[in-house]
Each structure stands twice: as C-alpha cells, then as structure tokens.
Nanobody
Framework: QVQLVESGGASVLPGSWLRLSCVAS????????LGWFRQAPGKEREGISC????????FYSESMKGRLTISKDTSKKTVYLDMYNLKPADTAVYFC??????????WGQGTQVTVSS
C-alpha cells in the first residue's frame, strides 16, 4: 500500500529557509515520479516541483524558481523540498505527490507552512 507522510511545516519569518520531508512506503523512490504541490487558502492546488524517475532535470514552478531544491534519499525513502527566502505569499499547505507510470497518483496529508512577520 502506497503511503506518503510529510513533515517539516512550520511558522517562519520572511526570508527564512525551511526543509520539508516526505517519507514514502509501499514503493521504491526510483519507480515513480515524485513531486511537491501547495494549496493556499481559497486557491487551487499548484504544482511547484517534480522529479522524474531519472531525476535528470527537476521541474520548478515560475512562482518559486530559484528558491527551491527537490532531492531524494533512496536509502531513507524520503523526498525533500528545500525552500529558501520564503515570502508571505508562500503560506500554504504543502503536499507530497507520487505518480506511477500509468498515471495513478498518491498524496500525503499535507504540512502547513506559514510565513509571517
């Protein structure tokens, strides 16, 4: 059974760095495309980063380009999202996502990130 569990969300000041983690179970990180999405209050869920199986060129959204790094540790079955220079507009619930080669998708429960002075 595929399961994704996020952690690392917090309330931080503008300009801060934050690392989100997503522990996966039920599949190998080398099998599925991995990604991070976020959803701010009153807005649609937005894809902000993803890593293909070959993780050659990760995708980053324009809204956060230059402020994100996605990575994975296969031995720990964990996907990371490093976020830099956080802004109040980055306040949202952040979700981990895994997509199979046949386009089934799995989601974590989300972790809250709040950026405020």
């Amino acid at each position: 059974q595929v399961q994704l569990v996020e952690s690392g969300g917090a309330s931080v000041l503008p300009g801060s760095w934050l690392r989100l983690s997503c522990v996966a179970s039920g599949f190998s990180l080398d099998e599925y495309e991995l990604g991070w999405f976020r959803q701010a209050p009153g807005k649609e869920r937005e894809g902000i980063s993803c890593m293909a199986v070959d993780d050659d060129m990760p995708f980053y959204s324009e809204s956060m380009k230059g402020r994100l790094t996605i990575s994975k540790d296969t031995s720990k079955k964990t996907v990371y999202l490093d976020m830099y220079n956080l802004k109040p507009a980055d306040t949202a619930v952040y979700f981990c996502n895994a997509r199979t080669p046949w386009n089934d998708q799995y989601w974590g429960q989300g972790t809250q990130v709040t950026v405020s002075s």
